[in-house]
């Protein structure tokens, strides 16, 4: 349950990920409203970092996000505006404790030197794919800072286009 007092809705130790995007779906029942909500959360070893992008509401009693750190924990938090609601979600962490993995059309893959010169993070034969969605969280251990974009790729053919949005970093490195 989510009340007018934030709570915590999901924790993770900050060892296991550096970004997290969640997908969430909230109902108001004094309002009777339903929310979806799509939250992405990183961090940077002491401080947290959220953006919500892509909601969407059946009303205006749409939940705040918050996130914090707590004892090496990273919080995601929310608060109805209505008196009592429920909310679920669906998460996908990226981080140190990835690893490269495939299951179906959804793939992890971990590019561990990415430098300054142009290189491709994934490809896709144009045969198989008409496009792809991507969310992809970036870590620059040198700097200790982290961020997340997500990004879609579609193609015609024979030229891919992209569009990314939903950016979130933790300092400018």
Not at 15 to 30: E, G, I, R
Not at 63 to 82: C, E, H, I, W
């Amino acid at each position: 349950h989510i009340t007018s007092t934030a709570r915590v809705v999901d924790a993770w130790h900050n060892t296991m990920w550096d970004s997290v995007l969640y997908y969430v779906v909230s109902s108001d029942h004094v309002n009777e409203q339903i929310n979806v909500n799509k939250v992405s959360v990183c961090h940077n070893d002491t401080t947290t970092f959220y953006s919500t992008v892509g909601s969407s509401s059946d009303g205006t009693a749409t939940p705040v996000f918050s996130t914090d750190m707590s004892n090496s924990m990273v919080r995601l938090k929310a608060t109805a505006t209505g008196a009592t609601g429920r909310l679920s979600y669906f998460k996908i962490g990226l981080g140190d404790n990835s690893s490269a993995a495939t299951a179906g059309n959804t793939e992890i893959v971990i590019n561990a030197d990415v430098d300054s010169a142009a290189e491709a993070l994934d490809t896709f034969a144009h045969a198989s794919y008409r496009g792809a969605k991507y969310y992809i969280s970036v870590n620059n251990n040198t700097k200790t800072e982290v961020g997340n974009i997500e990004a879609i790729v579609v193609h015609d053919g024979t030229t891919a286009y992209i569009s990314s949005y939903g950016e979130l970093e933790t300092g400018n490195n």
